[in-house]
């Protein structure tokens, strides 16, 4: 199936729970959905099979379609000419999140500096934690400067 067929419905259950996407992707009346569904369900088994996740706790959190190959057909016409088909593919990929994983993390700035410097560890300043920093832009014509192409 072509990329736009299948981001019409990967749209749709971008964000939503494993139950809830189930019960789109069954009652759409869209031919990719089929595929779609048991990609989903292919996902959810690994989940639960791989890492022990419960399929209840499961979200979609990331779901992107990506353009395949163009499969090149032939199609014999009338005098002995051809018709050239052209078969878009895509390729697919989502990936699942478990929500019962991140509800029991709620750490602040002050409990991860609590409990590094239990085990006398010093963070002067951790990566994972967010700074606010300030946004400059640039503007090359605001500026007076000229761009030019080479």
């Known amino acids: ?4 067929k299948a981001r019409r419905i990967i749209d749709q259950i971008r964000g939503r729970s494993y139950e809830e996407t ?8 869209y031919r990719a959905c089929y595929p779609i569904l048991k990609l989903v369900y292919s996902a959810a088994a690994n989940a ?5 996740f419960k399929e209840s706790n499961l979200i979609i959190s990331k779901a992107e379609v990506n353009e395949g ?6 199609k014999p016409r009338a005098r002995g000419r051809s018709y050239l088909i052209k078969k878009p593919t895509c390729h697919i990929s989502i990936v699942l999140k ?20 239990k085990y006398n560890i010093y963070l002067k300043n951790p990566r ?15 500026s007076g400067g000229l761009w030019d192409k080479k």
């Open 69 to 74: 190959s163009t499969v090149k057909r032939l």
């Open 98 to 117: 478990d929500l019962s994983i991140y509800k029991n993390l709620k750490y602040s700035k002050d409990t991860i500096h609590k409990e590094y410097n």
């Open 22 to 29: 189930l019960m789109i992707l069954e009652l759409m009346p």
């Open 1 to 4: 199936m072509s990329a736009h």
């Open 48 to 52: 639960s099979e791989n890492m022990g």
């Open 128 to 142: 994972w934690i967010k700074k606010s920093t300030k946004m400059t832009s640039h503007d090359m014509y605001s």
